[in-house]
């Protein structure tokens, strides 16, 4: 934290990057007209979709921010989001403040906030791409291990509308079944989003712990659990091999997973790193409550 303070008072030769909205015209405005030009007065180079050495930034919403953490999941680097449309949940800045919050910012204002990440591999090769460039990939064959990484949740679910058998382990150790429409494993910081609307806990971001969270199981009793971070929970989908499974990662990374596959979920050793104005105290419980309000709009 020293370093990084020290770093943001004399941050010349050091850059950010900036990561935009792909389809938010006001987002690009403000940055190209607004936020270049105060980093370029400032000295410091700008990388436009590429990680800086100093922190990065995302301008547009809640999943610019996302995206730029999944971009680099051993990157660490602190990031920053500026909210120019909707309301947001997660960005620390309003565009309307922006360039007067980012003083604050290189006067050393500021703090470090880590938050768990939870990760997968799956041997996958990318099929597809969606409207954001992000590859659409598909589990088997000779595909790489490929690393996915989560800073909310990780989504199974059914794609055809028909239920989901699957068995639940931890550190090998078969538990529990769970039957119905898939299951959510999320961290701390997306217990509560899509977990806690199918019924799951909402869980002190600052915490260390993987949530499992069932959906829709047909015996309306299969519990959410929470588990310690230092242990591999594994789910194993027990439906016909020909059918293919929906898995989603922070509503971005869309994967087809085979059925009678086996996933792993684990603690990232590399947690994501947000910075936070020193002048705005962080109350957990009205942050939920502010966060289910957005969403209500």
């Known amino acids: ?3 990084f303070i020290q770093r ?4 010349t030769g050091f850059s ?6 792909p389809r938010r015209a006001d987002a690009r405005d403000f940055a190209e007209r607004k936020l270049i030009p105060y980093f370029k007065r400032r000295r410091i180079e700008v990388c436009r979709n590429e990680g800086g050495d100093l922190f990065n930034i995302a301008v547009g919403g809640d999943g610019c921010l996302l995206g730029a953490f999944r971009r680099y999941p051993r990157h660490a680097v602190p990031a920053i989001g500026i909210q120019t ?3 947001s949940a997660m960005l620390e800045l309003k565009k309307q403040d922006a360039l007067a919050q980012l003083d604050k910012i290189f006067s050393g ?4 906030v880590k938050r768990m990440r939870v990760y997968t591999r799956l041997a996958a090769m990318p099929v597809d791409v969606d409207e954001f460039q992000n590859p659409l990939y598909r589990v088997g064959g000779d595909g ?25 382990y931890i550190d090998g150790n078969l538990q529990f079944p769970i039957v119905g429409d898939g299951a959510i494993v999320a961290t701390p910081t997306g217990s509560t989003g899509h ?3 199918a019924g799951g806990p909402a869980v002190e971001f600052s915490s260390q712990n993987i949530i499992l969270t069932p959906l829709a199981p047909i015996d309306r009793v299969t519990p959410c659990w929470i588990f310690e971070g230092g242990h591999t929970v594994a ?4 439906v016909d091999r020909l059918r293919h499974i929906g898995f989603c990662v922070d509503g971005i990374q869309h994967v087809l997973v085979p059925g009678e596959h086996h996933i792993e979920f684990k603690k990232s050793p590399y947690p994501a790193l947000l910075i936070r104005l020193l002048d705005r105290p962080f109350m957990f419980a009205r942050a939920v409550y502010a966060k289910g309000r957005i969403y209500r709009k």
Do not use: W
Request: include cysteine; hydrophobic fraction near 50%; glycine fraction near 6%.
């Open 16 to 21: 950010v990057g900036l990561f935009i909205h």
């Open 85 to 87: 449309g909707d309301a």
């Open 109 to 112: 204002q500021v703090r470090l």
């Open 144 to 168: 790489p291990a490929v690393l996915f990484t989560a800073f909310n949740e990780m989504v199974i679910r059914s794609l055809d509308g028909k239920v989901i058998s699957m068995d639940c």
């Open 1 to 3: 934290m020293a370093s």
């Open 235 to 238: 789910l194993r989908l027990r």
């Open 8 to 11: 943001l008072k004399k941050p």
């Open 195 to 197: 977990s806690l609307s």
